[in-house]
């Protein structure tokens, strides 16, 4: 069995509410200062009460700063303090990747590079704390796997040093491209960049399928008392490994023949397709009679979706008929989990027969990605996923 902790982020999170749960999981309060100490940091405390919002009780945590700082650190400033400190290497590790998601973030936000990259909320010493602190919690607990729900954003505006700002902040949502989000339960913001960077350095797979044995649960406790509970839940479990044959569904192809049309337009098709909810769809060279060219247009959807294809369909394309079958597919079994290279995160989808790993193949677009930010080939991109 594989120890899971999962986040669930129904409320959001932020950095205290990322310590208040991890404490009400289980993390030694003690432990938690002592090592935090370690960073020769001066002039604030960490206060952890019970509270509850909406009757829910867990652990609240606040930083609390008693002299206040005009300092604006930059990257290297914050791995300074990290890595002279005498905390352990795993520790120093996450903290710094955590900084540094941030650090990228900020850098692409403002078109700049990270080393000139001044942070203000982020660098301040209760910011420090709260990532130092999460890492800390991490590597306490030492979970196999980290797990996530879809992340609430919150909405509204935020205040930030360079002003007024729609949520989720610039930099919350550059960090969390790629990572499954909602926002608008509450009118203001409930995921921070701090806690945005915190969940994109740890966390192995973003599902709201909470596949596992829960022993336990935790909550974090926010400040404010809203209209949905204001806390962070997490569990502490044990990951299920089900034996399971590949699933089969039941689809609708449609289908016709064209060939009369620009093919170009057969790219702005595909995008309305795909765009409201085609599983797939493709093009196969055919002859018709009189021996003309021309293109059999496939489209895979569910049946509640076919009449919304056909109209798309009929509405963009030459053809002036359709077919339609029901057909049966049986697919493997398919995860995905986030692999960290040394230019940054890849998605890996899995796929799996009876359980046995058949294949894997990284997400193109995120290797496509990073060997634009980085200035490499894709091939360099491919090479250096493990």
């Known amino acids: 069995m594989k120890k899971v902790l999962y986040y669930d982020c129904f409320s959001g999170i ?21 090592e935090l100490n370690k960073l020769n940091i001066d002039n604030w405390e960490l206060n952890a009460i019970k509270d509850n919002r909406k009757g829910i009780y867990g652990t609240r945590v606040d930083v609390i700063i008693n002299k206040i700082e005009h300092i604006h650190r930059n990257f290297n400033d914050i791995k300074k303090i990290i890595e002279s400190s005498s905390l352990s290497d795993n520790v120093k590790k996450i903290s710094s990747d955590i900084f540094l998601k941030l650090a990228e973030a900020e850098a692409n936000v403002h078109n700049s590079k990270i080393e000139e990259i001044h942070f203000h909320e982020i660098g301040a010493v209760d910011s420090i ?15 196999d796997k980290v797990i996530c729900s879809t992340i609430e954003l919150g909405g509204g505006f935020v205040e930030c040093a360079h002003g007024k700002f729609p949520v989720p902040a610039p930099a919350t949502i550059e960090i969390l491209k790629n990572i499954p989000v909602k926002s608008g339960a509450v009118p203001f913001e409930t995921t921070t960049p701090t806690g945005a960077a915190i969940l994109a350095t740890i966390v192995n797979e973003f599902t709201d399928n909470t596949n596992f044995k829960i022993n336990k649960l935790a909550y974090g406790i926010g400040q404010r008392d809203t209209n949905i509970p204001n806390v962070l839940r997490v569990y502490l479990g044990e990951e ?67 009449e919304k294809m056909k109209k798309i369909i009929f509405e963009n394309t030459s053809t002036i008929g359709l077919r339609e079958y029901h057909i049966e597919k049986t697919m493997l079994t398919r995860k995905s989990e986030l692999v960290k290279t040394k230019f940054g ?42």
């Open 129 to 143: 704390i709260d990532i130092v602190g999460a890492a800390i919690c991490i590597d306490y607990i030492n979970p």
């Open 345 to 386: 995160e890849i998605k890996i989808k899995n796929a799996y027969y009876k359980d046995k790993l058949i294949s894997s193949k990284p997400e193109y677009e995120d290797c496509k990605r990073l060997a634009n930010e980085h200035g490499v080939s894709i091939k360099e991109i491919y090479k250096n996923i493990q």
């Open 240 to 306: 299920i490994i089900e034996k399971s044959e590949s699933p089969v569904s039941k689809e609708i192809m449609i289908e016709c023949n064209i060939d009369d049309m620009n093919p170009e337009i057969y790219d702005f098709v595909f995008d309305k397709l795909f765009e409201n909810g085609a599983l797939d769809a493709f093009i196969t060279p055919v002859i018709m009679k009189k021996s003309r060219p021309a293109n059999k247009l496939n489209v895979i959807c569910t049946q509640e979706n076919s």
């Open 14 to 34: 932020c950095g205290d509410l990322n310590l208040g749960a991890m404490i009400d999981a289980g993390v030694d309060i003690e432990y938690l200062l002592n």
